[in-house]
């Protein structure tokens, strides 16, 4: 089945600086690769997505590449503010992995003002 | 509210009790999944329902969890003689459509087996 690695755990970045996390996939069949945000006792809520059929995905001060040869993708956050401070889960869908997104462990980004 | 809302918020269970755990998913959404999460983890795919029809549950850890629709809206995830290693967030989450699409997740059940 799908497996999703997700790096770096932990990232600090100063106000205003960029912040990129990383991850990969296992499935070549996965077309469908969701970033959600998650405040501290919060409900995971999606931030950006991107379909295989697309290599970048911007809005606002996120974007998301997609480099499907290589099988992994990334989201880059500009401009960081201390509200962006959070943990990020990347996700992959593959239909023939059944209908469920396989989740990555997670990246708790701090951006210290 | 319009929201995913699950109950209870907070579950303490002592080892060996039964627990049920709910989910009112968005009025008139399709898919619904189950989610484990654990400390510091991300969410662990447990079951899948399509409707009322349950299309995925090769998530489910044992025998001990079982999960419903019986008609297509609200969920139960049931998990019988609870062990300490079932504590975590359980996280249930809806989708307008079958096949993949947003996730909208409820605030989730934190469940603590002593």
């Known amino acids: 089945g799908e497996n999703v690695e997700q790096h770096p755990s932990t990232l600090s970045v100063q106000e205003g600086d960029s912040a990129v996390i990383k991850c990969t996939y296992s499935?070549?069949?996965?077309?469908?690769f969701p970033w959600y945000k998650q405040e501290l006792g919060k409900r995971p809520q999606l931030i950006i997505d991107i379909r295989s059929n697309v290599g970048e995905k911007k809005d606002q001060r996120i974007a998301v590449t997609l480099n499907k040869t290589a099988k992994h993708f990334s989201l880059h956050i500009t401009e960081t503010q201390p509200e962006d401070s959070a943990v990020y889960f990347c996700a992959a869908y593959a239909a023939r992995g059944g209908n469920k997104l396989v989740f990555g462990a997670g990246t708790i980004l701090r951006v210290k003002s | 509210g319009a929201g995913v809302s699950q109950s209870p918020r907070y579950k303490v269970a002592k080892r060996g009790q039964d627990v049920a755990l709910r989910c009112d998913p968005i009025?008139?959404?399709?898919?619904l999944f189950w989610y484990q999460q654990a400390l510091g983890q991300g969410p662990e795919f447990l079951t899948y329902f399509q409707n009322e029809a349950q299309l995925d549950k090769s998530g489910l850890p044992s025998d001990r969890f079982f999960a419903e629709r019986p008609e297509g809206s609200v969920s139960t995830l049931k998990i019988q003689r609870t062990q300490q290693e079932d504590s975590a967030v359980y996280l249930c989450?809806?989708?307008?459509?079958?096949?993949?699409?947003?996730?909208?997740f409820g605030e989730g059940s934190r469940l603590t087996v002593l």
């Open positions: 009025s008139g959404h399709v898919s």
């Open positions: 499935d070549s069949a996965s077309n469908y």
């Open positions: 989450a809806s989708s307008l459509v079958a096949g993949f699409g947003e996730l909208f």
